[in-house]
């Protein structure tokens, strides 16, 4: 029978970019080991071999196009949706993939990427007014319905002709088939921001 290193072997000869992941920290699965591969690629005689090899460890298969790796904690997160109400659960931060517990270790730099720009926003449940922002107005949507049109952009603007030097950040705390809401958050100037750097 196939042991799970000859078989990663096969599968990289096989063209299937196979991949193990020790554990995977994407939320609603069990944290265990994930081999990853583009299982078309397996040519038939062989499936079953492939098949009692996987059953015999302890991996889950998954598409190695649907997944990839945290680099702080070397989990597996996923890449693409499930289903509608399905959120990324990690972030790019300085070109490095971060799920979102190993966000918590350096929340000071997520901030600093939230605050950075209006085309990105938290989609991991941070709670901004704990520390230190105020919230604006209600909740905004952008979707597909009549009267979703509600932009980033357009809060950000609106709030800076309150305070100019303010730093918005933007959460999304759930997403629609057709549409997502979010929310706006702000510090009203440099030195709120470095408050709130400091003590995140
Ligand atoms: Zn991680």
């Not at 709030?159 to 057709?178: H, M, N, R």
């Amino acid at each position: 029978m196939l042991n799970i290193n000859k078989l990663l072997d096969k599968l990289e000869a096989w063209g299937c970019y196979p991949e193990v992941y020790d554990g995977c920290i994407e939320p609603g699965y069990d944290d265990g080991p994930i081999i990853a591969a583009n299982w078309n690629h397996v040519p038939k005689s062989l499936q079953r071999a492939m098949d009692n090899a996987i059953d015999a460890s302890d991996l889950e298969c998954e598409w190695s196009d649907e997944w990839t790796l945290c680099g702080g904690c070397n989990k597996a997160v996923r890449t693409s949706p499930t289903s509608y109400g399905w959120m990324q659960s990690y972030v790019i931060l300085n070109g490095e993939t971060v799920c979102h517990k190993c966000v918590q270790d350096d929340v000071p730099e997520y901030l600093e990427h939230l605050g950075g720009g209006d085309n990105v926003a938290d989609l991991f449940g941070m709670d901004f007014e704990e520390m230190g922002f105020e919230r604006w107005n209600g909740r905004y949507e952008n979707g597909w319905y009549p009267g979703q049109n509600d932009t980033p952009w357009e809060v950000t603007k609106k709030i800076q002709e309150k305070y100019p030097d303010a730093v918005v950040v933007f959460k999304v705390p759930s997403v629609g088939q057709f549409d997502l809401y979010f929310e706006a958050y702000y510090v009203k100037d440099a030195e709120a921001w470095e408050n709130v750097l400091e003590s995140a």
